[in-house]
């Protein structure tokens, strides 16, 4: 149990065109989904959490017009890339937790989204 | 600030030999430790976890001690197996849900 799925697995878009990528937890209800942005040989580093149905908590640095997140469901978050630009270039990964709390060992993250901006 | 370092990889073992990857971490007050992994085209998993100092995190063979005095948490394995190949993540929690992670180290076991 504890499956979290992330689509598409792979995007490459052009240069000013928005993406969207959907994570969905399979077989649980997660009330909080973070989403972690990960450069080739670096570490995950958060972007922002989101809790159902509220607004999302971006980290400081992160472009909230930017990076659009909804939690509409408890099953499913979406990041929205707007406008995207080649530095957006990267690996994004979301993670699912379980129950109203959302501690740390119950975090059950997604295979990844690589998205290439030419 | 808060901050992860693990040792570069990637780590090339052959199958039976001993594992250790070190994790180093920067932190205020007591954070709670982990370690994740990612095998290829998966998301990652929980390993192991310590909470408080001297610790140990124990799962699938792998084992790691919260040493407060060294701020360390090095992962350990005694016989590594080919199927241990993947990617190991070491972390800590700041505040009760946020995980901040290492760069991750390639652990590559040959037969």
């Known amino acids: 149990g504890a499956v979290v799925s992330q689509h598409p697995s792979w995007v490459i878009c052009k240069s000013g065109t928005s993406v969207k990528i959907e994570c969905r937890s399979l077989?649980?209800?997660?009330?909080?989904m973070f989403w972690y942005r990960q450069f080739p040989k670096q570490s995950l580093m958060l972007m922002a959490t989101?809790?159902?149905?509220?607004?999302?908590?971006?980290e400081q640095g992160v472009e909230k017009d930017k990076f659009l997140i909804n939690h509409a469901s408890l099953t499913l978050s979406t990041l929205t890339v707007t406008s995207a630009h080649p530095e957006d270039s990267s690996f994004y990964i979301c993670?699912?937790?379980?129950?109203?709390?959302?501690?740390?060992?119950?975090?059950?993250f997604g295979p990844g989204t690589r998205l290439t901006v030419l | 600030g808060n901050s992860v370092t693990q040792m570069e990889g990637p780590v090339t073992l052959s199958e039976e030999a001993f594992l250790t990857i070190n994790c180093t971490y920067t932190?205020?007050?007591?954070?709670?430790l982990f370690w994740y992994v990612q095998y290829p085209g998966e998301g990652l998993q929980l390993l192991l976890k310590a909470t408080k100092a001297d610790d140990k995190g124990s799962n699938k063979g792998f084992e790691a001690t919260y040493r407060k005095e060294t701020t360390s948490f090095h992962l350990e394995k005694g016989s590594v197996q080919v199927s241990d190949s993947a990617v190991y993540f070491c972390a800590l929690s700041r505040g009760y849900s946020t995980l901040t992670f290492g760069k991750g180290t390639m652990l590559l076991v040959s037969p």
């Open positions: 993670s699912a937790g379980r129950g109203t709390s959302g501690s740390t060992d119950t975090q059950y």
């Open positions: 932190a205020t007050g007591y954070p709670s």
């Open positions: 077989d649980f209800q997660a009330t909080t």
């Open positions: 989101s809790n159902e149905g509220s607004k999302a908590t971006y």
